[in-house]
């Protein structure tokens, strides 16, 4: 059962993966806008607002979540590493060359990690889930 909390937290599922429509087998409740879950590294939930056209990483970074989000999205750090849910890696742009030479230097690298810096929101991605890796607190 997913009850909202005032910021719109949700519980989630499998290994932090905060997707509530794909886990509970029911449709996505009526809202306005794109909404984005994310977990954070203590286990937290969050449904976060997305703006189509910003990167993932400054929904995360505006929200307050803890990332570093060094570099501000310049691909020079790995310090806004995130892991997709599975049901979601196929559904996005795939990484580039850069951004897998980039994913060297983080931690805990997954195979489906990512940079949220190189996630560019659009309106497909209402309902994306990720989890924030360990190490990029701030």
Known sequence: VCAFI??????????????????????KEEHHGMIIYVTDQSGKKHALEGLSGWRLMEVIRDHGLP?????????SCATCHVYVAPEWQKKLIPA???????????FQVDDN?????????????DGLCVTLAPGIEP
């Open 6 to 27: 005032l910021d719109h937290r949700r519980p989630s599922e499998r290994r932090g993966y905060f997707c509530p429509e794909a886990n509970s087998g029911t449709a």
């Open 67 to 75: 990332i570093k989000a060094e570099c501000g999205g310049a691909l």
């Open 96 to 106: 580039t060359k850069d951004e897998h030479d980039m994913l060297d230097s983080a």
């Open 113 to 125: 990690s990512r940079l949220s810096c190189q996630i560019i929101l659009n309106e497909e991605m």
